[in-house]
């Protein structure tokens, strides 16, 4: 009787082993689906940073361009500003002011 229990105590124990080796199994293929859908979330999100990271640059240019155009303006207009007389522009702010009475 002896032999007879060592066996099925040994059957037993490989099937508990058996049963502990499917769990573990079934566990990681579980965590390798949650894992696998969380890097395809983090590649989406990668994808939208880099199509962030495009608009802002496109962005960045517009408003580079914007600012080059108002300085140039302003550059030209006080180029402008520059070249006028004052005695000039008195004469047609004031009227009468070039001519003295006698």
């Known amino acids: ?15 508990v082993i058996a049963l502990l080796f499917v769990k573990l199994m079934f566990d990681m293929s579980s965590s390798m689906i949650e894992m696998t ?19 802002m640059n496109d962005s960045m240019l517009g408003m580079e361009k914007s600012i ?4 140039q303006a302003f550059s030209q207009g ?6 006028w007389s004052p005695s000039g522009m ?5 009227p009468g002011s070039g001519q003295r009475s006698r």
């Open 90 to 94: 008195m004469q047609q702010v004031v």
């Open 68 to 71: 080059n155009s108002m300085g």
């Open 37 to 55: 859908a969380h890097v395809g979330a983090m590649s989406r999100d990668v994808r939208e940073m880099n199509e962030s990271m495009r608009t």
């Open 1 to 15: 009787m002896n032999s007879k229990s060592s066996q099925a105590l040994l059957i037993i124990a490989a099937m």
């Open 78 to 83: 006080s180029d402008q500003f520059q070249q």
